[in-house]
C-alpha cells in the first residue's frame, strides 16, 4: 500500500519574500540622514558651531559699539537744510553760506559732511569727502542721496575686517565639515562597515551622500551666521554697512555652496586611500593647505587689487576673494556670474576625479594607496 506525500505547501511570505535595494537617491538619501544625524549628535560639532556663531554675534556688537559715537559729528549745513540737521541728535550744524563754502570746509576737514539742499523729493543731499558718512547718515530723520568730492574704496580696517570674516568662517567650516568626512570614510574603512554597506548601496551613492550630507550641514551654518549677522546689524543701528555688506554676504553663500562640494568630494577621496586614523592627516594635507590659502591670502593682500582679481577667479579662493571684491565695488556685475560658471565646471571636474579615487581605494586595506593606484583602479 503506498502513501501520496502531499507537497509542502509554503506561506506566500516565505516564497515571495525579495529584497529590494533601494535607488541611488534613495541611497544617497539614507547616507546623508546618518551623516546628518551623526553630526547633530557630535558634540565637537555643536562646540565649533556654537563658537562660530558666538564670533559673528560678537563682531557685530563690537561692531556696533565702535560705530556708536557719543559726541556729536559736525556738519556743514546750507540754507533750508539746517531744519533737517536741527531735528537730527548727535550732529552739530555748521553754517555755510554756499555750497562751494560748504564743500570747502568738508575738504579741509573741519566737518565730516555737509547737508545741502537739492530739488529731491527729500529736499537735502550730503556731501562727503571720499566715502558716505555712516555716522551721519544714521543721525539724519531722512536717508539723503550722497555726493562723494573724491570717491576712494572702503576703509582699510573695514576692508581687513571683512575679508578676514569671509576668509575665517570658510576656513572654519570647509575644515571642519571636511575633517569630519574624512574620518568618517577612514572609520568606516577601518572597522570593514564600508563592506556591508557597498552590498546594498552604490559607491556612488555612498560618496554622494556623505557629500551632501554635511554639505546641507555646512550651508544651513553659513546662512545661520549670514542671518546674525544681518539682524544685529539691523538692531545695533549699522544699516549702512549692511546695505553695502548684504550683497556680498549673499554672494558668499553662493559660492560656498559649491566651493564646499569641491572640497569636501576632495577631503572624502583622499582619506579612502589610508585605513588607519593615523594617517588622515597625511594623505588629507593637500586639501587642508587648499582650504588654509584663501585664508592666508586675504588677510596679507586683502588691499592689493590684482591679488583679489586673481583669487575671485581660482575655484580654491573664489568663495572668499570674489565676496570681497562685491563689497569693495572693484567687481563688475558679470564678473561674480563668470567666476561662478568656473567654479561650478571645477566642482564637477573635481566630483568626477574624487570619485574615481573614492571607488578604487575603498577596498584596498592595509598601507596607503597611491595616486596612480587609485586612478589605474
Known amino acids: ?9 509554503d506561506t506566500p511570505a516565505r516564497t515571495r519574500a525579495t529584497h529590494t535595494a533601494p535607488s541611488f537617491w534613495a541611497s544617497v538619501w539614507l547616507v546623508s540622514s546618518r551623516e546628518i544625524a551623526s553630526r547633530l549628535r557630535s558634540k565637537a560639532f555643536l562646540i565649533s558651531t556654537g563658537i562660530l556663531l558666538l564670533i559673528a554675534v560678537g563682531s557685530v556688537v563690537a561692531g556696533g559699539i565702535l560705530s556708536a559715537n557719543t559726541s556729536t559729528t559736525q556738519v556743514a549745513v546750507v540754507g533750508t537744510a539746517s531744519a533737517v540737521v536741527g531735528e537730527s541728535s ?12 560748504a564743500e570747502a570746509l568738508v575738504r579741509d576737514g573741519t566737518v565730516a559732511a555737509a547737508v545741502v539742499p537739492d530739488d529731491s523729493l527729500l529736499g537735502v543731499s550730503v556731501i562727503a569727502l571720499d566715502s558716505p558718512p555712516s555716522d551721519v547718515m544714521s543721525a539724519l530723520s531722512v536717508s539723503p542721496a550722497v555726493e562723494l568730492l573724491e570717491p576712494a574704496a572702503q576703509g582699510g580696517f573695514l576692508v581687513y575686517l571683512v575679508a578676514l570674516g569671509f576668509g575665517l568662517v570658510f576656513f572654519m567650516s570647509a575644515l571642519t565639515f571636511g575633517s569630519t568626512i574624512a574620518q568618517s570614510v577612514v572609520e568606516e574603512k577601518q572597522t570593514r562597515v564600508v563592506e556591508i554597506l557597498m552590498t546594498t548601496i552604490p559607491v556612488r551613492a555612498l560618496l554622494a551622500g556623505k557629500v551632501v550630507g554635511n554639505s546641507i550641514m555646512a550651508f544651513g551654518q553659513i546662512v545661520a551666521i549670514a542671518l546674525l549677522v544681518g539682524i544685529g546689524m539691523a538692531i545695533t543701528g549699522q544699516r549702512v554697512l549692511l546695505a553695502d555688506l548684504g550683497p556680498a554676504i549673499g554672494w558668499f ?23 588607519r586614523q593615523e594617517d588622515v592627516g597625511t594623505t588629507t594635507a593637500p586639501v587642508t593647505y587648499l582650504v ?28 572668499v576673494g570674489m565676496p570681497v571684491r562685491i563689497f ?35 577596498l584596498r586595506m592595509g598601507g596607503r594607496v597611491t595616486y596612480k593606484q587609485a586612478l589605474r583602479g
Open 328 to 362: 569693495l565695488g572693484t567687481a563688475e556685475w558679470w564678473e561674480p556670474i563668470l567666476s561662478l560658471v568656473i567654479l561650478a565646471f571645477t566642482t564637477a571636474g573635481v566630483i568626477l576625479f574624487g570619485s574615481r579615487i573614492y571607488r578604487n581605494s575603498l
Open 292 to 319: 588654509m590659502l584663501p585664508y592666508i591670502l586675504v588677510i596679507i593682500f586683502n588691499d592689493n587689487p590684482l591679488v583679489m582679481a586673481i583669487m575671485s577667479y581660482v575655484p580654491f579662493s573664489a568663495p
Open 253 to 275: 553663500a553662493v559660492f560656498f555652496a559649491f566651493g564646499f562640494v569641491m572640497i569636501a568630494a576632495l577631503f572624502a577621496a583622499t582619506a579612502s586611500m589610508v585605513s
Open 90 to 101: 548727535g550732529l552739530t550744524a555748521v553754517p555755510a553760506d554756499d555750497v562751494a563754502a
Open 1 to 9: 500500500m503506498s502513501t501520496a506525500t502531499e507537497p509542502r505547501r
